[in-house]
C-alpha cells in the first residue's frame, strides 16, 4: 500500500477541511485498455489547516506571565488546544488564560478560561459574574481550534470549535478590567494542580472585539500581521522552552509574556516543541 494526499473539493459543507489522505487504495489495469482506473478503500480527513506549532504545557510545570494588563475588556478569545483523549471525567485539564487567584470576587475584573472535568470548556468572567460552562467536550486527542466570544449586546457568550458553532449560553455581563497581567497556561494560582494546563496551546489570539463566525472561519488560515483592529494580543507560542525565557506577542501592544518553568521540571516531561501537525 501507498499513502497519497489529494485536495477535498466539495466533500464538506463549507470547505473547512483542507486535506484528506488515501491511505489504502488498489489500482487496476483491465485487458480492454490502458487507463488504470484507482479504487479507494479508507480515507482520513487529516489536516483542518495547514500544520501548526504549539507549547507543551502537560508538565503542569509550565506557564507564561504576561507583562501587563490589558488595557480594553476581553471580547474574544481563540486558541488551538489540544488535550489527551484519555484525561479521566473527574479530572480538570486547567487553566487555558487567566488572571484570577484563589479567591476570586464577582465584579473584580478578572477572566479565566479552562477546560474543565468531563473536557468542557469553563468561562470564569469577571471575578465569578457569569460562570459559563460550554456543553461540549474537547479531549479529542488532536489539535482543535476553540474560540469564545462574549456578545454583551445579546446577553450571550458563544463557543466555537473549528471554526463552528458548538454552543450558546446566555448571561448578563459586564465588561471585566483589572490591573492584574494575565498567565498563559496557568492563572495567578501559578502551579497549583488544578490550575496550570495539561495540554498543548498554540496562537493565542485575544481580542476587545466580538468576532463572528465568518471572521473566525476565514482565521483559521490566516496567520496574524499583528496590526489587526481591536487585537489585544497574539502569542504564536513556537518557542523552545529549553533555550528561550520569553513569548513574544506579535500585537502591537509588545505585551511579552515571561516563560516560568517550575524547579522540578525536567525536559522528559514533555514532547519537543515545534510544528506539530494535525492527527
Known amino acids: ?157 458563544r463557543l466555537y470549535i473549528d471554526g463552528r458553532l458548538a454552543d450558546t449560553r446566555e448571561a448578563v455581563s459586564t465588561d471585566a478590567l483589572s490591573d492584574t497581567p494575565y498567565v498563559i497556561g496557568s492563572d495567578r494560582r501559578r502551579f497549583q494542580e488544578d490550575a496550570t494546563f495539561d495540554g498543548w496551546i498554540g496562537d493565542l489570539r485575544v481580542w476587545s472585539v466580538s468576532r463572528t463566525a465568518e471572521e473566525i472561519a476565514a482565521g483559521l488560515r490566516t496567520e496574524l500581521t499583528g496590526a489587526e483592529d481591536g487585537l489585544l494580543g497574539n502569542w504564536r507560542l513556537r518557542e523552545n522552552i529549553l533555550t528561550d525565557d520569553t513569548a513574544v506577542d506579535v500585537s502591537a501592544n509588545g505585551n511579552h509574556g515571561v516563560i516560568d518553568i517550575k524547579g522540578d521540571w525536567v525536559g522528559e516531561d514533555i514532547l519537543p516543541q515545534g510544528p506539530i501537525a494535525q492527527q
Do not use: C
Not at 460562570?131 to 457568550?157: K, P
Open 1 to 157: 500500500w501507498r499513502q497519497v494526499v489529494v485536495p477535498l473539493t466539495e466533500f464538506t459543507e463549507n470547505g473547512a477541511f483542507d486535506w484528506a489522505q488515501v491511505t489504502r487504495w488498489r489500482l487496476y489495469q483491465y485487458a480492454n485498455g490502458p487507463a488504470y482506473t484507482m479504487y479507494i478503500d479508507q480515507l482520513e480527513i487529516v489536516s483542518l489547516v495547514p500544520p501548526i506549532t504549539g507549547m507543551s504545557f502537560t508538565s503542569g510545570k509550565i506557564k507564561i506571565d504576561l507583562s501587563k494588563p490589558f488595557e480594553e475588556s476581553i471580547a474574544s478569545m481563540e486558541a488551538w488546544i489540544l488535550v489527551d483523549s484519555l484525561v479521566p471525567d473527574d479530572q480538570a485539564v486547567g487553566v487555558i488564560l487567566g488572571n484570577t487567584d484563589s479567591a476570586p470576587v464577582p465584579g473584580d475584573g478578572t477572566v479565566r478560561l479552562s477546560v474543565d472535568t468531563g473536557g468542557n470548556p469553563l468561562l470564569l468572567w469577571n471575578g465569578g459574574e457569569a460562570v459559563i460552562r460550554f456543553n461540549a467536550d474537547v479531549r479529542t486527542g488532536r489539535f482543535l481550534h476553540l474560540a469564545v466570544i462574549r456578545d454583551a449586546a445579546a446577553g450571550e457568550f
